[in-house]
């Protein structure tokens, strides 16, 4: 009995040896993985413009607490991960509610007449070059920005706006961009701020209206005016969506073309970085 004792013992001491040895062997693989992780995160905190500046904080958290320093990394990478989710989330958007009325694709909608802002029975007897001309004249000092558009042109132009009734635009700020999106209802264009659509839903105030007037369409064009708020919106921002309203949906662009599809047809697939890459290629006048 004393040496079977002794015996089961002796297993019992082994057994715990190699226990602490096999704890001991998966601690320092854990502590190797941990340090792994941590150099690859300096490598990637090193390309942040900032990193120099936090760089002595950063070390002696890495130092103190890799596990602490590895799990705050992973706090700020879901933080942004969901602001990104939050602020461009495109999928939303394919089906979007008038910002006036809940209407469908068969609803007549009742655009404004030319006559109400401009005298059209005093240019019925000129040339569309002439036209073109009092119409910039006519807004030259009005805080409203203004075109003439071939009728050809808003003809394709119609259509897609038929077909593609609502999209993005980035607006270039002082902190980077700013989503505004666009809902087309007859031969009018109503643009909004993202965050505030994504605040307010259908009842998201305008930053822009820009309404195209058939009028004139036997002179082969058609007048536009936008009018924005300038309260969000100054002139030039207000005149560079209206540019990129006109070419994305004037068809001419395949690239942007295909965006603008994308939107429309396949929004799970779209990137709206794609949007910005567009934008730095154009150079505004």
């Known amino acids: 009995m004393r040496i079977a004792f002794k015996f089961i013992l002796l297993l019992r001491i082994k057994f715990r040896v190699r226990h602490n040895l096999i704890r001991k062997i998966a601690m320092f693989r854990d502590i190797s993985t941990t340090v792994t992780k941590c150099e690859k995160a300096m490598e990637n905190l090193k390309n942040n413009p900032y990193f120099e500046k936090y760089s002595d904080r950063i070390a002696a958290l890495q130092k103190q607490s890799p596990e602490e320093f590895l799990k705050r990394l992973e706090t700020q990478r879901k933080t942004r991960e969901q602001r990104n989710v939050d602020k461009v989330d495109t999928r939303k958007f394919s089906s979007v509610l008038n910002p006036k009325e809940n209407l469908n694709s068969n ?67 002082s902190q980077g961009f700013e989503f505004i999106m666009c809902q087309s209802y007859g031969h009018s264009v109503h643009f909004t701020p993202l965050l505030a659509y994504q605040v307010h839903k259908e009842n998201a105030p305008e930053c822009l209206t820009m309404t195209h007037y058939i009028e004139l369409d036997d002179k082969g064009i058609v007048l536009m005016r936008g009018e924005y708020d300038k ?39 779209f990137k709206h970085m794609d949007l910005i890459a567009q934008l730095e290629k154009i150079t505004f006048v």
Request: aromatic content about 10%; overall charge positive; some cysteine.
């Open 231 to 269: 309260n969000v919106l100054d002139g030039q921002e207000a005149q560079c969506l209206a540019n990129q309203f006109q070419m994305y949906y004037n068809g001419k662009d395949k690239e942007k073309l295909q965006l603008l599809l994308s939107f429309t047809k396949s929004p799970q697939s």
């Open 107 to 173: 609803a007549k909608v009742e655009d404004k007449k030319l006559d109400e802002i401009f005298r059209t029975d005093l240019v019925r007897d000129k040339e569309s070059s002439e036209i073109q001309l009092i119409w910039e004249e006519y807004h030259k000092n009005k805080q409203v920005i203004c075109a003439t558009i071939p009728s050809k042109i808003y003809k394709d132009m119609r259509k897609r706006m038929t077909d593609n009734p609502t999209f993005l635009f980035p607006l270039p700020r």
